[in-house]
């Protein structure tokens, strides 16, 4: 009876299981789909140990199997079989099989975590690799490209095929940055410098997570990375570099206003344009997101419930709410935020 209710309460469980991997699958938020050469050095090394696993699963199992049906008791047997101690065979055999399996583990997991472990520029790009300092902040993450002179937030732009070079910090807790179509996990740590390269085979949009318990909002503390070919690459660049042009639309304008210093002193926190503060992740390039805060769709509705109150969407996180602004002056704020694209230059 009691096994049949657990078996009811496990059922529900399961198939919830089933559904979330199925999701996670779609957002390219898995490891089980590599995109790059170290993710799939990665999975590899996942299949390789699953192989070794099932080939002493099925072994030891027959054996067991064999076993018992071959040594069992059978009617008449009223005799203990002969007692043995000891065969120096049998005990070399299963002391020399696991050390060949186990070296058959060893030497690639030692070797590939060298490999991963090399931050040395990619030899094929030279002087121009990438490097970029990432800073994990509860709730968001910042991208600063220090020798182009420039901060991204939330989202990163990498060059495809080049391995890319992460400086890997973290502002007030511990957290981890993860992208794991791309390559393995690596914790941000305040004081630490961590390294960790990657690489994209294809370009196309990357799920990243925070993969450390921060704090509230830890589970909304996703951000993207976003590999372009090289001269699309260069060309974001460049733009992020531009001088950023003032709004010409007049409401746009007016929300330029209200941004700034003398209006509700946002750009305090966000930068526009150039190399930005610690405060709050740069808007240069806001325009041109998918989502708000790393999770919530970028449509006018959520952005004006973000400013008004952000504490509602994201526990926890470092925005004031601006439950003053007016739906005239929200409107003006959100024609402003949304010219802020480089794009479309
Ligand atoms: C005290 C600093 C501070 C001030 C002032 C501030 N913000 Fe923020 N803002 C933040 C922080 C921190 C975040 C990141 C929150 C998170 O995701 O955890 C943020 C996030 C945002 C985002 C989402 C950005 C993204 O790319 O995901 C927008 C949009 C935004 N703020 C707009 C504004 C506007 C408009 C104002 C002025 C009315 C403002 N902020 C004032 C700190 C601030
Ligand atoms: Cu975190």
Redesign the pocket.
């Known amino acids: 009876m009691k096994l049949r209710k657990t078996v009811w309460r496990f059922l529900p469980l399961s198939l919830l299981v089933f559904l979330l991997t199925g999701c996670l699958g779609e957002t390219n938020l898995t490891a089980l789909d590599p995109k790059g050469p170290q993710s799939q050095w990665i999975f590899d090394k996942m299949l390789l140990s699953l192989y070794v696993m099932a080939f002493v699963s099925i072994v030891v199992f027959a054996i067991f199997f064999i076993i018992l049906a071959k040594y069992r008791r059978k009617p008449g047997d009223d005799e203990l079989p002969k007692q043995v101690h000891g065969n120096t065979a049998l005990e070399i055999t299963w002391t020399v099989i696991p050390i060949i399996l186990l070296i058959i583990l060893a030497v690639p997991t030692i070797t590939g975590t060298f490999m991963m472990a090399d931050d040395e520029p990619d030899p094929e790009v030279g002087e121009n690799t990438v490097e970029i300092k990432v800073t994990g902040h509860?709730?968001?993450w910042q991208f600063d490209y220090e020798d182009e002179g420039f901060t991204a937030?939330?989202e990163v732009y990498i060059p495809v095929g080049e391995k890319v070079l992460f400086e890997l910090h973290a502002q007030d807790v511990m957290h981890s940055f993860w992208v794991p179509a791309l390559g393995g996990k690596v914790d941000t740590i305040p004081g630490i410098t961590n390294h960790l390269w990657l690489e994209a085979d294809e370009p196309g949009t990357y799920k990243g997570k925070c993969a450390e318990l921060c704090g509230p909002?830890h589970a909304l503390m996703d951000f993207k990375v976003i590999a372009l070919e090289r001269p699309e690459y260069d060309q974001w660049v460049a733009n992020m570099q531009a001088e950023v042009e003032e709004p010409t639309d007049a409401l746009a304008q007016q929300g330029r206003e209200l941004?700034g210093a003398d209006g509700?002193?946002?750009i305090?926190?966000?930068a526009v344009g150039g190399t930005g503060t610690a405060?709050?992740?740069a808007?240069t390039n806001?325009g041109d997101?998918e989502v708000?805060?790393?999770y919530l769709e970028n449509d006018d509705e959520h952005?004006a419930a973000?400013?008004r109150d952000?504490a509602s969407l994201?526990q926890g996180?470092?925005?004031?709410s601006?439950p003053q602004i007016s739906d005239e002056e929200m409107e003006a704020?959100i024609a402003y935020?949304r010219s802020l694209s480089v794009n479309e230059q």
């Open positions: 509860q709730f968001w937030g939330q909002a941004f509700l002193g946002c305090g926190c966000h405060a709050g992740p808007l806001f997101r708000i805060a790393g952005l973000w400013i952000p994201k996180n470092n925005m004031p601006f704020l935020l």
